[in-house]
């Protein structure tokens, strides 16, 4: 069975290895002073987190269309492809998902559309991870297997810079409340089956890396990305003082604008999958 991995520009995968993999990706889009912009088009991310803080409105995001998602379901099928399995962030933090199933529903049962739970490369992860089973020649139940297995292990922890924008978005109703006491603190998130959780806070940035190096290297890892946004010199910080190597090569990755404008910039996190 020919089985196609869709996903969108959320998950955060290099490039190159949504290229190896044949995944495919549908960009959001990003909506920056009245201009809409495809999530990775128009504005790099690097020019994107510099310009954030000044901007008078914060930035607004946007899923693709029912119609580009049927689009792209219609030509994979039409190309020989006889399952699809399209991987989304959380429909609690997101339209996506609810975009891709009303095209999904007009396929039969063709395409199957899953709620990873997670964001940037926590949903990257399981996406990846499927590509590389189907890649194998995996059939549907062993794909969905292996996805699941990573969905379950999958571990998504970041540090703020600033809870000004996470509050602003609106996605978050605890950001709102706990404004005030958190103002001057660095706050620390957990992601976890499509809610935004507390997980504690650090007085100093400072400190805030050494707790996330200590996470990083808490266990043996088989998948580790540290995330930033525009925060590329304390990401490097991390990788440098991994001493527990995962078992793939880690990743650095600057996260995508559509996740960005409702973290901020100067944000650092890990995706992890303990071994």
């Known amino acids: ?4 991995i869709v996903s969108d520009s959320t998950a955060d995968i290099p490039h190159h290895l949504v290229e190896k993999y044949e ?15 495809e999530d990775g ?5 690097e020019e994107f987190y510099e310009r954030l803080p000044r901007l008078a409105e914060l930035p607004t995001t946007a899923t693709a269309s029912i119609g580009s998602y049927q689009e792209l379901y219609g030509a994979l099928l039409q190309e020989g492809t006889e399952h699809i399995l ?3 962030p959380p429909v609690k933090l997101s339209g996506i998902f609810n975009a891709a199933s009303s095209a999904a529903s007009m396929f039969d049962n063709k395409v199957e559309v899953i709620d990873s739970g997670q964001i940037s490369f926590g949903l990257g992860v399981q996406v990846l991870a499927a590509a590389e089973a189907a890649s194998k020649g995996g059939n549907l139940k062993q794909v969905k297997a292996i996805l699941e297995n990573i969905k379950q292990r999958v571990r998504v922890i970041a540090m703020l810079d600033t809870m ?7 996605r978050v109703s605890w950001a709102r409340a706990s404004f005030g006491s958190l103002f001057q603190i660095k706050p620390f ?3 976890k089956d499509g809610d935004v ?9 400072q400190k805030g890396i050494a707790r996330l190096i200590e996470l990083a290297n808490s266990q043996q890892m088989d998948r580790l ?3 930033h946004t525009n925060s590329e010199k304390d990401a490097q910080l991390i990788l440098d003082n991994l001493v527990k190597q995962p078992s793939t090569s880690p990743l650095v990755i600057n996260v995508t604008t559509v996740i960005g404008t409702h973290v901020g910039p100067n944000g650092l996190g890990l995706a992890m999958v303990p071994a």
């Open 1 to 4: 069975m020919k089985i196609a």
């Open 23 to 37: 995944i495919r990706i549908m960009p959001n889009i990003v909506v920056i002073e009245g201009q809409s912009l």
């Open 41 to 45: 088009k128009g504005i790099s991310r």
């Open 86 to 88: 399209s991987i989304h």
């Open 164 to 170: 000004e924008f996470i509050r602003r978005s609106g």
């Open 189 to 191: 998130i957990e992601v």
């Open 197 to 205: 959780n507390r997980f504690g806070e650090v007085r100093t940035r």
């Open 225 to 227: 990305a540290i995330l």
